[in-house]
T-cell receptor
Framework: QKEVEQNSGPLSVPEGAIASLNCTYSDRGSQSFFWYRQYSGKSPELIMSIYSNGDKEDGRFTAQLNKASQYVSLLIRDSQPSDSATYLCAAYSGGGADGLTFGKGTHLIIQP | GAGVSQTPSNKVTEKGKYVELRCDPISGHTALYWYRQSLGQGPEFLIYFQGTGAADDSGLPNDRFFAVRPEGSVSTLKIQRTERGDSAVYLC????????????FGSGTRLTVV
């Protein structure tokens, strides 16, 4: 059973600080990892993807991957109130099953 | 189209009725996925199409659920004899090259079975 685990939160971070979101996955064969942002009542929006160990930066977002530890994280620098949302971590394992496995999401609140 | 389009956006139906949910993927995207999301949960995989065929339907919860994509574009998710536990947001996603690169979700259909 492939699983992706996230702390559901809520995670409360002051405006301007760094928000750190974490995720672990069970399938060592997972190849690609994604972070989706979901505002209340809306559908998930892809914000970051990462495929190899290390860091990947895109604007205020940095995704980190450690395959040995089966750990993925998302850092949001200079957090803004508009970053308040649920962040979903997803893993892709390929093979016959092409779907992504999602975690339950972490609810992030940026306090003005 | 410019994005993944799902209709209807909301559907309320009585227990035991039949419903159809429609998904129109991004033009040219061969991979299409259906997910179900319950409150407080992440999206749960239901079925994946590559072209016209269902490449993986392992996520369909039981035989009341069925999906088709006859011409390799629009897909319809069909639910027979609906139950209150089927109430959820049903999300459709499409991708040009499978799941490895992630994919784009539609706005979803909120199904409520009363």
């Amino acid at each position: 059973q492939k699983e992706v685990e996230q702390n559901s939160g809520p995670l409360s971070v002051p405006e301007g600080a760094i928000a750190s979101l974490n995720c672990t996955y069970s399938d060592r064969g997972s190849q690609s990892f994604f972070w989706y942002r979901q505002y209340s009542g809306k559908s998930p929006e892809l914000i970051m993807s990462i495929y190899s160990n290390g860091d990947k930066e895109d604007g205020r977002f940095t995704a980190q991957l450690n395959k040995a530890s089966q750990y993925v994280s998302l850092l949001i620098r200079d957090s803004q109130p508009s970053d308040s949302a649920t962040y979903l971590c997803a893993a892709y394992s390929g093979g016959g099953a092409d779907g992504l496995t999602f975690g339950k999401g972490t609810h992030l609140i940026i306090q003005p | 189209g410019a994005g993944v389009s799902q209709t209807p956006s909301n559907k309320v139906t009585e227990k035991g009725k039949y419903v159809e949910l429609r998904c129109d993927p991004i033009s040219g995207h061969t991979a299409l996925y259906w997910y179900r999301q319950s409150l407080g949960q992440g999206p749960e995989f239901l079925i994946y199409f590559q072209g016209t065929g269902a490449a993986d339907d392992s996520g369909l919860p039981n035989d009341r659920f069925f999906a088709v994509r006859p011409e390799g574009s629009v897909s319809t998710l069909k639910i027979q004899r609906t139950e209150r536990g089927d109430s959820a947001v049903y999300l459709c996603a499409s991708s040009p090259n499978g799941g490895a690169g992630g994919y784009t979700f539609g706005s979803g259909t909120r199904l409520t079975v009363v």
